[in-house]
């Protein structure tokens, strides 16, 4: 919070965003903030007054931002007696295929519109619609900027952190340099800005104190046009600055604005709310624009915002007892959830510092909200060790579960773990031939997680495991060289062999990591369903020298020209199948439809950079991968792809062998798996009905139907390996 004032008015809204804050509003906080709501009536005339008329609104909408700035720039320049320049941006049609990966090109093709064309220069008239474009439909860089002296703005961009000019940092209009690039048209080359506050002194050779200069940047930007949502790709050269009358709450974060206009009737949660009016340094300061919802300011935080703020509050009392030099000795880690753990053991789970909100006394909080936070590697590590320790017992690792379903799952209850011939604790040396003569009869999968749907994890990470235990381990971690995330799975893939229930811990890490790196696509809890091919992508990306194995080159039938470059596969071996007319059987297999897209046959095209005909793509391999991945991607219009046994190809003028070593299918909103050993005796997955162990299929032959669908799945992915180097 921003507030600076003294008066009993301030201290009372200080009480209120505190308890904003925390989402628990009473009823003298709602009646303080209603008195600061401006509605126009024709009778308060707060909001015209000196000291709001030129304030910047905050808002939560980036479209409500830019219809506020585009009448308030016409107003500001008529009041000050100011004519207003309009300096128009350069564009150009953007490639859509800029990136080296083919997989990534085609990808953009089919989501953004790419218009035929001689060349990339736009005609008049797309221009004119793409500069007359909001900034909120073009990533923010406007198309048409219009300026006067004095005006206020806010940057758009770092241009130069030495500088204070920094993304969102404020600023007024000091002059500008400037061309004509058609009759009518201007072009800025230097717009020339005088800061506001910023956090030290700014003084250029030549330029008065705290003015600066913003030339032209050229960005990429996706233009979404006003006819059905369509998007084109436009190189955009322009100053990146916006008319700084309105702004959203994203924006204002880090800002003290003595004068604080706010329109939150379009704010989602207490939050937002709350990102508006803590901008404001008093009370008398504060004028919200309209009604909004205040049952948004009652009912408590969410719970695991509310068990952020209680670690904060702990580690707070941490810093304060160490700098006041009595801190016990006890408490003591290397990361956040360490130390927290070790305070927790020392003053015990329901302690309280002596300041903290009502809101947040967890006192007599439930066990499960108050249990210090799941760490698997060391739980990963004791596990490896063979000895017993609490973080290796899972009692205490207890997620926060939204519904409580104690008749299927109950967090503090240890799972009940069944005999199985890899669970054994005296491994030796992992000696792995009498690991593979145990596992003649049966093998292990990964069990389901009905609460925290995991199929996905589970139908792939069952694969890799029984990889690892035939190919061995050194050979599954030279299979993706230079990814983290895959060196990480590898480094855990010892724990299971003393304690099968590892491979559960080692799938939550992956969760755990994929759901920060993106969790709209990897959600972590709930009932909610995980792309296989999404985990494929980041578990088998790389960027290592040595891993791209691949080079395409691309021919333009109409104007002859080529292009060599990385492939999709280069940086990963992961190809997807599209099965179209030019399938050369109606009843085509793996092999046939691989040689097929490593010559371009089917597979896509992509437009020539010189005269935008479509090229067909063919592939040449300059080594071989250890792994390779095919999607199979069937609809009901295209032929059925048959698995091959094998999968070959030349590779450097010598013809490599990969075999069929597992399935993924999908159906029914559920993934499952199948793995084939070397004798290619086939083993199903099915986490929800088959538990831990694997039930035999039978045996595959050389060109199969048998393990192209299971139990009325379809076969999604196919994953094919080399055979180990004795």
């Known amino acids: 919070m921003h507030q600076r004032g003294m008066s009993d008015d301030d201290k009372r809204f200080h009480v209120a965003l505190e308890n904003m804050r925390y989402c628990r509003c009473t009823r003298d906080n709602e009646a303080l903030l209603a008195s600061r709501i401006w509605r126009d009536s024709g009778i308060d005339d707060r909001l015209y007054q000196p000291r709001f008329q030129e304030v910047s609104?905050?808002?939560?909408?980036?479209?409500?931002?830019?219809?506020?700035?585009?009448?308030r720039v016409r107003v500001f320049a008529q009041r000050h007696g100011k004519r207003?320049?309009?300096?128009?941006?350069?564009?150009?049609?953007?490639?859509?295929?800029d990136s080296a990966s083919v997989r990534q090109a085609q990808r953009q093709y089919d989501s953004i519109v790419d218009p035929p064309r001689q060349s990339n220069v736009i005609s008049p008239?797309?221009?004119?619609?793409?500069?007359?474009?909001?900034?909120?439909?073009t990533d923010h860089h406007a198309g048409v900027l219009e300026l006067c002296e004095g005006m206020p703005v806010m940057l758009k961009y770092n241009e130069a952190t030495e500088l204070c000019a920094t993304n969102g940092a404020e600023a007024v209009v000091d002059g500008w340099d400037s061309h004509t690039i058609a009759p009518g048209i201007n072009m800025l080359d230097t717009l020339y800005v005088r800061l506001i506050n910023p956090p030290w002194t700014v003084q250029l050779n030549g330029l008065a104190e705290n003015v600066i200069p913003l030339t032209r940047t050229r960005k990429s930007v996706q233009c979404t046009l006003p006819v059905e949502d369509l998007v084109v790709s436009v190189q955009r050269e322009q100053v990146?600055?916006?008319?700084?009358?309105?702004?959203?709450?994203f924006a204002s974060q880090g800002h003290t604005r003595p004068d604080n206009v706010v329109h939150l009737a379009y704010c989602c949660?207490?939050?937002?709310?709350?990102t508006c009016l803590s901008r404001s340094s008093s009370l008398d300061g504060t004028l919200i624009i309209g009604d909004f919802d205040f049952s948004k300011l009652r009912g408590g935080a969410a719970t695991a915002l509310r068990c952020e703020f209680r670690k904060l509050e702990i580690l707070d009392d941490i810093t304060r007892q160490a700098q006041m030099g009595c801190l016990p000795s006890t408490i003591q880690g290397d990361s956040r959830s360490a130390l927290i753990a070790s305070y927790q053991a020392f003053n015990g789970i329901c302690h309280v510092p002596s300041v903290v909100h009502p809101a947040l006394n967890w006192s007599s909080g439930s066990d499960a909200e108050l249990q210090p936070d799941f760490t698997t590697s060391d739980t990963l590590a004791a596990s490896m060790s063979g000895v017993p320790s609490e973080a290796g017992s899972r009692a205490s690792y207890t997620p926060s579960k939204k519904r409580a379903r104690e008749e299927a799952w109950t967090p503090g209850r240890p799972p009940i773990m069944r005999r199985n011939p890899l669970a054994v604790r005296d491994t030796g040396a992992y000696d792995i031939d009498s690991l593979v003569a145990l596992v003649g009869t049966t093998r292990v999968s990964v069990l389901w997680d009905s609460e925290d749907w995991s199929c996905a994890y589970d139908s792939l990470i069952t694969i890799l495991w029984n990889i690892?235990?035939?190919?061995?381990?050194?050979w599954l971690r030279g299979a993706v060289p230079g990814n983290q995330l895959f060196s990480e799975l590898c480094r855990h893939m010892d724990a299971p062999l003393l304690d099968v229930s590892a491979l559960e811990l080692i799938r939550n890490y992956i969760r755990d990591i994929l759901s920060h790196i993106d969790l709209r696509r990897f959600p972590r809890h709930g009932r909610i369903g995980t792309s296989v091919s999404d985990i494929i992508t980041f578990l088998?990306?790389?960027?290592?020298?040595?891993?791209?194995?691949?080079?395409?080159?691309?021919?333009?039938?109409?104007?002859?020209?080529?292009?060599?470059?990385?492939?999709?596969?280069?940086s990963t071996p992961y190809w997807i199948l599209l099965p179209s007319a030019a399938t050369p059987s109606p009843f085509s297999d793996t092999q046939t439809l691989f040689d097929s897209v490593l010559s371009g046959v089917i597979g896509g095209t992509i437009p020539c950079q010189l005269c935008s005909s479509p090229c067909y793509v063919s592939t040449s391999c300059m080594s071989a991968p250890r792994i390779i991945i095919l999607e199979n991607c069937i609809s009901s219009n295209t032929s059925t792809v048959v698995p091959s046994a094998t999968l070959r190809m030349r590779v450097s003028g010598e013809t490599h062998c990969w075999t069929l070593s597992g399935c993924i299918y999908y159906g029914d909103n559920h993934f499952t798996s199948c793995y084939i050993d070397s004798s290619l005796q086939v083993w199903y997955h099915d986490g929800a009905s088959s538990g831990r162990n694997c039930s035999s299929g039978g045996s595959l032959t050389e060109r199969s139907t048998s393990v192209s669908v299971s139990r009325g799945r379809s076969a999604s992915h196919y994953i094919y390996t080399l055979p180990a180097i004795p």
């Open 240 to 249: 990146m600055v916006l008319p700084n009358f309105a702004m959203t709450d």
């Open 57 to 71: 609104v905050i808002t939560a909408w980036n479209s409500h931002r830019d219809a506020i700035n585009e009448v």
């Open 125 to 137: 008239k797309p221009q004119h619609t793409l500069w007359s474009l909001a900034p909120s439909l």
């Open 540 to 570: 088998f990306m790389s960027d290592a020298d040595e891993f791209r194995f691949t080079v395409a080159e691309s021919q333009c039938a109409t104007c002859g020209s080529t292009s060599v470059f990385d492939s999709g596969p280069g």
């Open 269 to 274: 949660n207490h939050q937002s709310i709350y």
């Open 468 to 474: 690892r235990i035939d190919r061995g381990l050194e």
């Open 84 to 97: 207003l320049y309009k300096f128009y941006s350069v564009d150009e049609w953007g490639r859509n295929k």
